[in-house]
């Protein structure tokens, strides 16, 4: 069974400041991806970024980085030069990447707030 | 840039009453989700999809509920007879391929009120 804890239920930020959004996860698979969606007020999941387990470099897509660290299981996203419209709900998921099962697993999310 | 379309947005039905949740994935996309989240709580998946049958389902994809896919373009999840702890946003998800490291786009999803 895979599990993810997300164990920051709110955070604050001040705009421009970089935030780390902590994620740890357990699984018995041996190949794993693990995403970050955001959920704004609106409602929507916006796809952000991904790490492979085998993946040997860290993540980036703009101004998000994936701090993975395996051996820790732990796969913290980053957000550098926060805005405020980063104000929103993080979900760190996973699923298994060479089983026929196709089911994310998500992470209860942090609320983050973006302070002017 | 290509979207998921849900609709409606919000549903209001009377316990035990049936109801179908239109989705219209990314034209070319060939694998689809149902996934729910009950407000304040996690997301949870319901339920994958791909060639013209379900691929895998979790539990709480029970007999009530069942998702088909009509025409070339729709994709549906019903839920034959609702409850109160059903009430909840419904997404519905796609991609282009299995696994993917593109993350699934996602729908904006419909908030399902039972009463």
């Known amino acids: 069974a895979q599990k993810i804890t997300q164990t920051q239920p709110g955070m604050f930020v001040q705009e421009k400041e970089a935030v780390t959004l902590d994620c740890t996860y357990d699984t018995s698979d041996p190949s794993y991806g693990l995403f970050w969606y955001k959920q704004p007020s609106s409602g929507e999941m916006i796809f952000l970024i991904y790490?492979?387990?085998?993946?040997?470099q860290n993540a980036t897509e703009g101004r998000y980085s994936l701090n993975f660290q395996k051996a820790r299981k732990s796969a913290n996203l980053v957000i550098s030069a926060s805005q405020l419209g980063d104000s929103a709900m993080y979900f760190c998921?996973?699923?298994?990447?060479?089983?026929?099962?196709?089911?994310?697993?998500f992470g209860s999310g942090t609320r983050l707030q973006v302070q002017p | 840039e290509p979207e998921v379309t849900q609709t409606p947005s919000h549903q209001v039905t009377q316990m035990g009453q049936e109801v179908i949740l239109r989705c219209v994935p990314i034209s070319n996309h060939l694998y689809f989700y149902w996934y729910r989240q009950i407000l304040g709580q996690k997301v949870e998946f319901l339920v994958s999809?791909?060639?013209?049958?379900?691929?895998?389902k979790s539990e709480i994809f029970d007999d009530q509920f069942s998702v088909e896919r009509p025409d070339g373009s729709n994709f549906t999840l019903k839920i034959r007879s609702t409850k109160l702890e059903d009430s909840a946003m419904y997404f519905c998800?796609?991609?282009?391929?299995?696994?993917?490291?593109?993350?699934?786009?996602f729908g904006s999803g419909t908030r399902l009120t039972v009463v």
């Open positions: 790490q492979g387990s085998y993946d040997q």
């Open positions: 999809f791909y060639n013209n049958e379900i691929s895998e």
């Open positions: 998800a796609s991609s282009d391929r299995d696994p993917t490291n593109y993350g699934y786009t």
């Open positions: 998921a996973m699923r298994a990447m060479d089983t026929g099962r196709r089911a994310l697993t």
